[in-house]
Structure formats: structure tokens, C-alpha cells
């Protein structure tokens, strides 16, 4: 049997999990006191948003998601819905986060459906998960798939993903330093790297240009309007240039820190 749990922004976790009796898990995780069966508990957040996290097949990871997941939607999904607005544009308002047992793989997000790989989030209970689910959770809110139907260009894969990873590692988890590139990444390094190296790329163009740029790269893909051309009017560069001006900062803040550590 599923038990629906509703999570009322009032009721803290904790009063919760003491509603739930705690059974003993056989689970090689360090989650314990999880419930026997999953659940699927909706976080309902103020503005009418209904976040569904299921761990039907993952009962052992029901506790993380209560203590870990559900925080960071409850606390994110409305920032990112304003952080990542567009005329016209209504986020959506009810999603689901499903955990798979038997999927490959880190997460994946299909419309409002996010899944997640249990036996990948199991190793980064205190590592990525979160983090990835983060970038999910943007990708609901990207929604390109409008622009898409609407017969536009197709939005190139490494901005997309490079814009999710900005949010993440610039916003969520600074303190990380997830996008870090030194001496070995360097030389590989692109702009069009896609996920970490494209977010390292894109807070470049903020510090050095506007702070808004990801935010109107992000209403261009949705709208459908997305080009090349864009960059030139939004920091006077075209992409190429600017990719290389990048890495010209890349490997002058690389060799300082390699004559920092040789001191
Ligand atoms: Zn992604």
C-alpha cells in the first residue's frame, strides 16, 4: 500500500517523522528508521506548488528525502520559479521526484517528471544527490520544450545543461567550489563544455559582463529566440571570442595559483 503523506509547510519534519513508526531496516545505507514501505509525501509550498517525492521503491531512502530532499524543493523551487521567469510564462505547479531501484544512471527529468537512480544517490546521501536533484528541479522550471513545439531551433544541450549546473554551483552550493578547473582541466576546458565547465563559463560572463545573463539566456531558449547572435548583444562579443577571453582568465588564475603553491 502507498501511504499518501501530506508535508503542511507548518509541520516540521521532525514532528513527522515521530508520527511514523520507526521500524528497523536491513538496508545497507546509513538511513535508518525508515519506514517498511514507500511513500510518496507531497510538499505543498505557499503560491500552489505540490512537490510529490516517491520512494514507493525506495523505502530506504524515504528519511533522506524527508530530511534532505524536501527542505531544499520547499526552499528552492519558488526562488528558481522567480529567478527564472519569462512573459508569459506560468512554472509548473505540481511535479513529481520518483526514486527507481532498478535505474542507471544519476537523474533524469522528462516534462514535470524527475527520476532519480537510487542505487546512485545511495552513495552521495551526503555527496551530489541533493545537488543533482537541484538541477533538476531546474529543468522542470526551463520547460524548452515550448519553444520546441513551436518549430524553433532546436536550444544547444551544453548551455542547457551549463545553465542548470550555474544554478547549482554559483546559488545552491557555493562553497563547494564544484566548477574549480585547474592545471589538468585547463587545456580541455571549453566554453561549450557543457554541465560545470559551461557554468564556470557562464559566472565568468556574469562577473565580467551582467549579472543578468543567464537569466535572459534562459527567457531566449524558452522563447524560442535563442541564436549565437545573442551573446554579441548581451556583452559585445561573439560566443567565440568570448570563450576564448575566458580562458585567457582561466590559465592566468591557473599559473597565479601554480606560482602560489611553488612559494
Ligand atoms: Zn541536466
Redesign the pocket.
Known sequence: MILKTVLVLALSVASLEAQTAPESSNSPTTVTNSPEKGVRDVVVIPGGYEIAIDTTETPDLTQWTRERVAPMARRWYPKLVRMLGSDGFEAPKQLTITFRAGMDGVAA?SGTNIFCAARWMRQELDGEGVGSIF??LV?VIQSYGHSRARGSQRNPGWLV?GL?DYLRWYLYEPEIRGTEIGKRGLAGARHDGSYRVTANFLNWTVVNHHRDIPYKLNAAMREGVYSEELWVTLTGHPLQELGELWKTTLAKKVENESKGQQQ
Open positions: 527529468t538541477h533538476e529543468h545543461e542548470a
